[in-house]
């Protein structure tokens, strides 16, 4: 099929699941919920071994330590100059950048979102084939898509101050420029029972407010940060209550933000500023303990017949290569960093992959990257007994399971 056809293709579909599920209002919550295999997949934007694994180490992370004693993990290779817009386009659609039109922040000028997609992505295909879909805060999916459940849309939200949707941060009553919640009348429901939660995390303070106030601007937005998160966190434990589906995807993206300007850097690596890079080295650490004590929330949703994965969509390291372009900066320009991931070369910050269920290997470490950023939407498909359509250029991450080929939804493993 020609992309034309593709796209033509893709954007029935929407509109016939608008018309049906308009119809008889969304059903979001399954008399059944386990009448078909539940996953749940934690994004964390920029989530680095390099960090995590000390504090593990150390047993600092004792909720991801016991996911990983309990399952599968890894490095999950991603591709070149990876961004989260990017990357969770590809963990959706399992298609290159310049064949799902999410190539990056920005597309020919304009803030990627939800209108641009070419390709079918995972919530559709799971939508259309019975299974209920519950997302929130997942980076471009704004204005948000209609599923078989909910989508709360995540990173690149449109609103006030925010106009441009570019790494900035309205509250749920602030968002402009299309809907965050599907369906609308979600809205008030969140308002009343998780508040007014602010959709994203804040903007990085710039070199221009950090002058001569480095103290002060850390401690705010490092306060801002963590209140975002709790706010993230109170939303997931809400949703899985009151709204629990059969695919769960939840992301949280304040941990890039501060790995990017605020990464525990030494002296002699680029960008150094001992005003600023000694005011609070456990900052990116702590996000990862904070990150801990989410999936502590997570897990109590989290039974024998639960598989869950936690991803990154890369990893994020100090500034280390010259690069032709923007080597200070990222996330489209817009940032000056001292850490960063839109490195030319992918294979340098490879993301996160664990994962825990039933039939998935115990104890086990995938070593190398044979894991990649386009084998997580075939693997979610198979789960549920769906057939990967041609063209998702991932496989089937056959090696994270027990035994020859049955899952726990009995859907054989190819
Ligand atoms: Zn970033």
């Given amino acids: 099929m020609s992309r034309k056809l593709k796209s033509l293709a893709y954007l029935l579909f929407a509109v016939c699941m608008t018309f049906l599920l308009a119809q008889g209002q969304a059903r979001q919550t399954r008399s059944h919920p386990h009448s078909k295999p ?4 934690l994004g964390v934007n920029g989530a680095e071994w390099d960090i995590l694994r000390p504090l593990l180490v150390r047993g600092e992370m004792p909720n991801l330590a016991r996911v990983i004693e309990q399952g599968v993990s890894g490095k999950l290779r991603t591709i070149s100059a990876p961004n989260c817009p990017k990357i969770y386009s590809v963990f959706e659609t ?11 922040f920005i597309v020919h000028g304009t803030t990627a979102n939800t209108g641009m997609l070419r390709t079918e992505p995972l919530w559709s295909f799971l ?3 019975g299974v209920t879909v519950g997302m929130a805060n997942v980076p471009a999916t704004f204005p948000v898509k209609p599923v078989n459940g909910y989508m709360i849309s995540g990173m690149l939200t449109r609103g006030k101050n925010c106009e441009d949707g570019l790494l900035c941060s309205p509250k749920l009553s602030e968002v402009q420029g ?24 804040a903007r990085m303070p710039t070199a221009k407010d950090l002058l001569g106030h480095e103290v002060a601007v850390v401690y705010e937005w490092l306060a801002r940060v963590s209140a975002t998160r709790e706010q993230q966190r109170k939303l997931f434990d809400y949703l899985l209550t009151n709204h629990p589906t059969d695919f769960t995807f939840l992301v949280q993206s304040c941990e890039d933000r501060v790995g990017h300007w605020l990464y525990p850097i030494q002296p002699y690596n680029v960008g150094y500023n001992r005003k600023l890079h000694a005011i609070q080295v456990d900052a990116f650490p702590n996000q990862y303990r904070a990150l801990d004590r989410v999936l502590g929330t997570i897990l109590q949703h989290v039974d ?8 990154s969509d890369h990893g994020i390291k100090p500034v280390r290569e010259k ?22 070369d992918g294979d340098d910050v490879p993301g996160v992959f664990v994962a825990m269920g039933p039939g998935i290997k115990k104890g086990t470490r995938v070593v190398g990257l044979p894991m990649s950023v386009f084998d997580i939407a ?16 991932g496989r089937v991450l056959t090696e994270i399971f027990e035994g020859p080929t049955e899952t726990a939804g009995g859907a054989p493993v190819r």
């Fill in 38 to 41: 539940r996953v749940i997949i």
């Fill in 378 to 393: 075939p693997t979610i498909l198979k789960l549920y007994g769906i057939p990967v359509p041609k063209q998702m250029k």
């Fill in 127 to 129: 939508s259309n084939s």
């Fill in 94 to 104: 399992s298609t290159p950048p310049e064949e799902n039109g999410i190539t990056g």
């Fill in 304 to 311: 024998e017949n639960t598989t869950l994965f936690i991803i």
């Fill in 178 to 201: 299309g809907d965050a919640v599907y369906p609308s009348g979600m809205v008030a429901e969140l308002q009343a029972n998780v508040g007014d939660f602010l959709i994203d995390c």
């Fill in 323 to 344: 690069e032709r372009h923007n080597a200070h900066k990222d996330h489209a320009g817009t940032t000056p960093i001292i850490a960063k991931h839109d490195f030319e």
